[in-house]
C-alpha cells in the first residue's frame, strides 16, 4: 500500500508527501517501488512539455533518487537530463538521502561531481552531500566552478569577497584546484571583475595576512603561465600575480620562469616577463649570458613592439658595459632573420654602434657575418660596409622568379559506364558541386543512360533522390511547378523528370518561354544554363536524345571542332535530332583560334548535308571570336565595365542565348537578383569559354563588393577566370585590383592566386593592374592596409619582381596625393606598408630605376614608415649608383 500511496503522490506533485512516506521505508520497500517510477518517467517522456507534465518532475526526481539503493543508479537519475529543468530541490534531495550511509553518499557525492557542468547539479546539492559524507572535497571541474559561482552569488549575505572566503573550511584546496584546472578558469573569469573589492585584491589580502601560503600562489601563477592555454585564462593568473606583487628576490630566483614566458608566452605574459627580467638586467642582477639567452628567443617573436623593447634594453645594456659586446651582439644579430626589415634595420644600428668593443679574436665577428646573410640584401650591402665582412656579397646570386606552374588543361572522362557509378556521382553532385568537369560528364551520363535504359537508370537513382524535396510531391501541385519555373536547380530538374516529378506542361512551358529568373546582369550567362537543362529534362520525357552534343572536351569548357563533328555524325547516322539550346552551346564552345583544325572540320561538317552541319561549318568558317567594345563607369567609389553588341551571337542562336551578345550596361538592370550562390557561378565561365572577358565584367559588381561593401566568398571566381581561356583585358584586371583589396583573407588569398595564375600564364598587364588599383584606391573604394596584405602575401611567394612590377605604377598614384599636401600632409594608411614590400621586392628582384614622387616621400622629415621605406625603396632603385 505504501508503493501505491507513494506513485499517488509523486502523480500530484506532492513532493513533501512524498518525502515523508519514503522516511518510513525500507530499503526493499523503495525498491520494490522503482519499476513504477519508471515506468511514469516513461510517459512523462512522451507527454507533451506542458504545466500538466511538468508537476509531478520534482516529486519523481526526488523518489527515484531515494528508491534506488545503488549509488551509480542515484547519480543517473538525479542527472537525467529528461528532469534537468524541473528537478527536485537540493534540501528535499538531501532530506531523502540523508539516512545512507556515509560510504554511500562519498560515493555518490564523487560520482555526482564527476558529471560535466552541463549535467547542472546544483552545487548547494554537493556541498550538503560533503557536509553529510564527510568526505573529501571533490575538486572536479563542476564543483569548483560551482564553489566560485557560489561565493560570487553570496554578496547578498553581505561582507567583501575577502571575507567570505575566510569563512569557507575547505579555502585552500579550492584555490589550489583553481590552477589545476583546464577548463574552468576561462567560465568564472567574469567573477574576478575589477575594483578594491575583486577576487584578485581578496586573494592577495588573503594571502598577505596568511590564511593563504603567499609562495604557494605566486609559484602557482607562474606554473599556469608556463603552461599556456586560453587567452582569457592567461589574463586572469598574470593579473593574479601581479596582485600579489612578487619581491624583488621572487623575481629574481624565478629568471629562468621568466625567459621561457617572454619566449613563448602570449603576448600580455611575454610584455610582462620581459619588463620584469628588463629591470633584472638593468640593476646588474642578470648576467650577459641569462639576457643573451632571453633575446635569442624574443627577437623571433612576431609582436614587434616586445621586439623594439628589447633592442632597446640590449642597448642600454652595452652602453653601461661595453664589454658585454662579445656575448650580446651575437644575439642582437638574430634580429638579422626577422620578417620586418625595420626590425632588422634597428638590430643592425644597435651592432654597428658597438661593433667597436669586440675583442680582436674574430669569432663573434666571424659570428656576426654568418647571421647577416640573413638580411635583406639591401641592409647586407650596408653591413659588408660598417661591419668590414668582405664575404658578405649581396649580388652574388641573381634573383630567380617563383611563380606556380601553369595550370594544365584537363580532358573530360568519359561518363561512367553503369548506371550504379553514375547514380554515386550524382548523389556527390547533390552533395557539393563539383565543378564544370563533374557536371558535363554526369549530365551527359544521365542522358546517355536514360536513352539506353531508362528503367535501370530510375532504378539506380532512387536512394539517391530519395530526401530530394520534390520526390514524394504530387507534379501538379503548384509549388512543385513554380519553385521549378523560378529555377531549375542544377541537375535536381533533370532528376526530377526522369522520376515524373514534373508535369509536362511546366516542361514544355520551360522550353518554349524560357526561365523566370528576371532581367539582373547575370541572367544573360544563367539562361544559357538554364535552357540546356530545362531541353534536356523535357527530351527525357519526350524525346530522349542519344548523348550531348556540348559536352566540353576540356574542363575549361571548350570543345574540339573534330568531336563536335563527330558527335553529329552520329545524330545523322541514328537520326536523331539535336537539341537547339545543346547545339546552340556546342556553338560557342567550339575551339575556332586553330585554323589548321578548324576549316578541316568546317569540310567535314558541310559533308553531313545537315542544317546543323552548314551551320557549324559556317561557324568554324568565320572570324575567330573577338570581344565586344568596352566603357569604363563609375557608380560611387566604383569603377565598372560595360559592354558593346556582339552581332554574331544574335539571330541565328536561341532566343534565351542572344543576350549574351547584346550589350551590357551596369545601370540598366534593377531587379530583384536570385543568383547569389558562388557555387553556381563556375558553371558560367563554360558558357562562353575564351571569352573570359564577358563573364567577369557581367561579374565585377559581385566582386567590388568585397572590397567595398565587405561581402564574403565573392571573389573565391577569380581562380577560375585566371585559369579559363582567352583575353584578360578590362574587366578581369579590374575584378583582380578588387579582389586584392578585399575584406576577408580567403577572398584576398584567391585574388592572389589569380594574380600569380596570370604572371606564370604570361597574361598580366602590370601596369594596367597598378593604375587600376592606384584608382580604386584614390576613389576610396580600395583600402591600402588591406591591399599591403594582398602585396605582401604575393610577394612572399618569391614572386618579387611580379609584384614590384605591379607597384611600381601604383604607388606614384599614392605618393602624388601625399606631394601635392606637402610636408604636413598625413599619407594614407597602409601606404608604409605597400613601400616596405616595395622596397623588399626592389631590393630581392634587382629591380633599377626612378618612380615618380618617390624623392618627395624619401625627403620627409622624421622616422615615420613612410619616410623610412620610401628612404629605403629610393636606395634599392639607385643601387648602382650608391656603389
Not at 594574380?755 to 604570361?762: K, P, Q, T, W
Not at 597602409?830 to 615618380?852: K, M
Request: charged share 25%.
Amino acid at each position: 500500500m505504501s508503493g501505491e500511496a507513494l506513485l499517488k503522490a509523486v502523480r500530484a506533485g506532492h513532493t513533501v508527501e512524498a518525502a515523508g512516506l519514503l522516511d518510513g521505508m525500507t530499503d526493499g520497500e523503495r525498491r520494490s517501488c522503482l519499476p513504477d517510477l519508471k515506468e511514469l518517467r516513461k510517459e512523462l517522456r512522451a507527454a507533451p512539455w506542458n504545466a500538466a507534465s511538468r508537476v509531478a518532475h520534482p516529486a519523481l526526481h526526488a523518489a527515484g533518487a531515494a528508491c534506488h539503493t545503488g549509488a551509480a543508479g542515484a547519480a543517473t537519475w538525479i542527472a537525467a537530463a529528461d528532469m534537468r529543468w524541473s528537478q527536485a530541490s537540493p534540501g528535499v534531495l538531501l532530506h531523502v538521502l540523508g539516512d545512507r550511509e556515509t560510504d554511500w553518499l562519498a560515493d555518490l557525492t564523487h560520482r555526482l561531481a564527476a558529471r560535466p557542468d552541463t549535467s547542472r547539479i546544483p552545487f548547494a546539492l554537493l556541498s550538503g552531500l560533503v557536509g553529510l559524507s564527510g568526505c573529501e572535497v571533490p575538486t572536479t571541474d563542476a564543483y569548483v566552478q560551482g564553489w566560485f559561482e557560489h561565493i560570487g552569488a553570496s554578496w547578498h549575505s553581505g561582507g567583501t569577497v575577502a571575507q567570505r572566503l575566510r569563512q569557507e573550511p575547505h579555502l585552500p584546496r579550492m584555490i589550489a584546484a583553481l590552477f589545476e584546472s583546464l577548463d574552468v578558469t576561462g567560465r568564472i573569469a567574469w567573477l574576478f571583475g575589477d575594483g578594491p573589492g575583486s577576487w584578485y585584491n581578496a586573494l592577495a589580502e588573503l594571502a598577505e595576512e596568511g590564511t593563504l601560503d603567499r609562495k604557494v600562489l605566486v609559484d602557482a601563477c607562474v606554473a599556469r603561465l608556463l603552461r599556456g592555454g586560453a587567452p582569457a585564462d592567461q589574463r586572469l593568473f598574470l593579473r593574479l600575480l601581479s596582485c600579489l606583487a612578487p619581491t624583488r628576490d621572487e623575481e629574481r630566483e624565478r629568471s629562468a620562469d621568466w625567459t621561457a614566458l617572454a619566449c613563448e608566452a602570449v603576448a600580455p605574459v611575454a610584455w610582462h616577463a620581459q619588463s620584469v627580467l628588463g629591470s633584472l638586467a638593468l640593476d646588474g642582477e642578470l648576467t650577459p649570458r641569462q639576457l643573451a639567452e632571453m633575446s635569442s628567443g624574443v627577437l623571433f617573436r612576431t609582436e614587434k613592439k616586445l621586439v623594439r623593447a628589447q633592442l632597446i634594453l640590449l642597448g642600454k645594456v652595452l652602453k653601461r658595459d661595453p664589454s658585454t659586446a662579445d656575448v650580446l651582439l651575437p644575439a642582437v644579430a638574430q634580429a638579422f632573420g626577422h620578417e620586418d626589415t625595420e626590425v632588422q634595420e634597428r638590430a643592425l644600428k644597435l651592432v654597428e654602434r658597438h661593433v667597436s668593443a669586440l675583442d680582436d679574436s674574430g669569432d663573434t665577428r666571424d659570428r656576426l657575418g654568418g647571421c647577416a646573410a640573413e638580411l635583406s640584401p639591401g641592409l647586407r650591402i650596408r653591413a659588408r660596409r660598417s661591419l668590414g665582412i668582405e664575404a658578405l656579397d649581396s649580388d652574388s646570386a641573381a634573383h630567380e622568379e617563383v611563380l606556380p606552374l601553369v595550370p594544365e588543361r584537363a580532358r573530360l572522362a568519359a561518363p561512367p559506364d553503369s548506371a550504379a557509378e553514375l547514380a554515386e556521382e550524382v548523389s556527390a553532385l547533390l552533395a557539393s558541386d563539383g565543378g564544370v568537369a563533374a557536371f558535363e560528364r554526369t549530365l551527359d551520363g544521365l542522358v546517355r543512360h536514360a536513352h539506353r535504359d531508362r528503367a535501370a537508370l530510375v532504378e539506380a537513382l532512387g536512394p539517391v533522390v530519395a530526401r530530394c524535396w520534390w520526390k514524394d510531391l504530387d507534379p501538379r501541385h503548384s509549388t512543385t511547378s513554380v519553385r521549378f519555373r523560378e529555377a531549375p536547380h542544377g541537375l535536381e530538374v533533370v532528376l526530377a523528370a526522369l522520376f515524373e516529378q514534373v508535369s509536362m506542361d511546366t516542361l514544355h512551358a520551360a522550353v518554349q518561354q524560357g526561365t523566370t529568373n528576371g532581367n539582373c546582369r547575370h541572367s544573360a550567362l544563367s539562361r544559357a544554363v538554364d535552357a540546356r537543362l530545362w531541353e534536356v529534362a523535357y527530351r527525357l520525357r519526350a524525346e530522349p536524345m542519344p548523348f550531348l552534343l556540348a559536352t566540353p572536351t576540356w574542363a575549361t569548357g571548350s570543345l574540339e571542332p573534330d568531336e563536335l563533328v563527330a558527335r553529329l555524325t552520329e545524330y545523322r547516322r541514328l537520326d536523331a535530332r539535336p537539341g537547339a539550346a545543346d547545339f546552340a552551346q556546342a556553338l560557342l564552345r567550339v575551339r575556332r583560334d586553330d585554323r589548321a583544325t578548324a576549316e578541316p572540320a568546317a569540310a567535314r561538317a558541310r559533308a553531313l548535308g545537315s542544317p546543323e552541319g552548314y551551320r557549324l561549318a559556317q561557324w568554324l568558317t568565320a572570324d575567330a571570336p573577338a570581344l565586344p567594345a568596352s566603357r569604363r563607369r563609375t557608380a560611387g567609389v566604383r569603377i565598372l565595365l560595360e559592354l558593346g553588341e556582339l552581332e554574331e551571337i544574335q539571330g541565328s542562336f536561341p532566343p534565351e542565348f542572344r543576350q549574351l551578345g547584346r550589350p551590357f550596361t551596369v545601370f540598366k538592370d534593377r531587379q530583384y537578383c536570385r543568383h547569389w550562390a558562388v557555387a553556381e557561378r563556375q558553371h558560367w565561365q563554360a558558357v562562353v569559354p575564351g571569352r573570359r572577358e564577358l563573364v567577369a565584367a557581367r561579374l565585377l559588381r559581385d566582386i567590388s563588393m568585397v572590397a567595398v561593401d565587405d561581402s564574403r566568398a565573392d571573389a573565391a571566381i577569380l581562380p577560375l577566370l585566371a585559369e579559363a581561356d582567352g583575353t584578360a583585358g578590362e574587366a578581369l584586371h579590374l575584378c583582380l585590383a578588387y579582389g586584392l583589396g578585399a575584406r576577408h583573407p580567403e577572398d584576398r588569398l584567391a585574388a592572389v592566386d589569380a594574380l600569380l595564375i596570370l604572371a606564370a600564364r604570361g597574361q598580366l598587364d602590370a601596369g594596367l593592374l597598378g593604375a587600376d588599383v592606384g584608382e580604386l584606391v584614390r576613389r576610396g573604394a580600395v583600402k591600402p592596409s588591406r591591399l599591403a596584405e594582398s602585396i605582401r602575401t604575393a610577394a612572399a611567394t618569391g614572386a618579387y619582381a611580379t609584384v614590384w612590377s605591379v607597384l611600381r605604377d601604383l604607388l606614384p598614384a599614392l605618393l602624388a596625393d601625399l606631394a601635392a599636401d606637402g610636408a604636413s600632409g598625413s599619407p594614407v594608411r597602409g601606404l608604409g606598408e605597400l613601400l616596405t614590400v616595395a622596397a623588399d621586392c626592389a631590393e630581392r628582384s634587382g629591380a633599377r630605376g626612378d618612380l615618380t614622387h618617390l624623392a618627395g616621400a624619401a625627403g620627409r622629415r622624421g622616422s615615420s614608415k613612410v619616410a623610412v621605406q620610401a628612404r629605403r625603396l629610393r636606395t634599392a632603385l639607385t643601387q648602382e649608383a650608391a656603389a
